[in-house]
């Protein structure tokens, strides 16, 4: 539940948008920046998804940082009377290499099912270059969608790996710097650019784990490409001004992800937030003797 393809990868009309509106905008995390070669650390979260404060979703996210290796790997759904709407669920996972304190992801893959079918993307990446994508079932070519050129993928982030937020420096992360950030995405379909802004900082408390501070940033989405103009949902997130998202640091690291997401709705407001955030430093590695 915490990228774009985890309730669809697509935009939908009716009661699905309110499941997509959340999930399009979890992967709206941005990332820049270099981490620190000797950050490593842990995160399992648990989070629900709620419109105008009625519980439609729930999901989980965890997340593993070595000292050269990293994965991350989200499962959710849709609970309640959304439900009963549209049922769906779907996965996501992302995982790569550990350069120079760097994050470079290496591969991306989701799965969305829904009453009506099941999608799986699937996306190999080279230094931030796509070097093949594949979407199965392959989807009818739409005239009115702009077209996704190769320029488009060269220098993007998956959704999955864009969710960590790096932030430089040796400073405290969970800072208004942190929100200084744009980043290109690409999802297998769409390619969009997603902009933070600092509000304000607050303290948060998750039902288990996480109590502290987390910095608040404004959320824009720029979509690019791969989407079709008078989609509905497209002209609304675009146009939004009020969306905010709140990161939290993954302990050992300089590395923030999302605690809570909020988007307005013309149907309420659209929550995403963490209820158990455990996160934890890791010893780096012994070398193995001969």
Request: hydrophobic share 40%.
């Amino acid at each position: 539940m915490l990228t774009t393809s985890l309730f669809a990868q697509k935009l939908r009309p009716a009661h699905a948008r309110l499941s997509v509106w959340l999930a399009a905008l979890c992967g709206l995390a941005l990332a820049s920046g270099v981490v620190p070669a000797a950050a490593q650390g842990k995160l399992e979260a648990q989070y629900e998804a709620s419109l105008a404060g009625i519980p439609v979703g729930k999901g989980a996210w965890n997340i593993d940082i070595q000292d050269d290796v990293f994965s991350a790997a989200a499962a959710g759904g849709t609970s309640g009377l959304l439900k009963s709407f549209t049922g769906g669920s779907g996965t996501g996972a992302s995982q790569g290499r550990v350069i120079n304190g760097a994050l470079i992801a290496t591969g991306y893959q989701a799965s969305t099912t829904t009453q009506k079918k099941t999608e799986e993307i699937r996306i190999t990446l080279d230094k931030g270059n796509v070097k093949d994508f594949a979407i199965s079932p392959e989807p009818p070519v739409d005239p009115d969608r702009i077209v996704v050129t190769e320029a488009h993928r060269r220098g993007v982030w998956d959704p999955m790996t864009a969710s960590l937020l790096r932030v430089p420096g040796t400073g405290d992360p969970v800072s208004p710097e942190a929100c200084h950030n744009a980043a290109p995405i690409f999802d297998g379909r769409m390619r969009y650019e997603l902009k933070l802004d600092f509000k304000r900082m607050e303290t948060v408390k998750a039902e288990k784990g996480y109590k502290g501070p987390v910095v608040v940033c404004a959320i824009y989405f720029v979509p690019i490409a791969g989407y079709i103009p008078d989609r509905p949902v497209i002209k609304y997130l675009a146009a939004q001004r009020n969306m905010e998202i709140a990161f939290a640091p993954i302990a050992g690291t300089r590395i923030l992800v999302p605690f809570w997401l909020k988007v307005p709705t013309p149907l309420g407001p659209a929550m995403l937030e963490a209820t158990s955030f455990i996160t934890a430093p890791q010893p780096p590695r012994v070398a193995k003797t001969q």
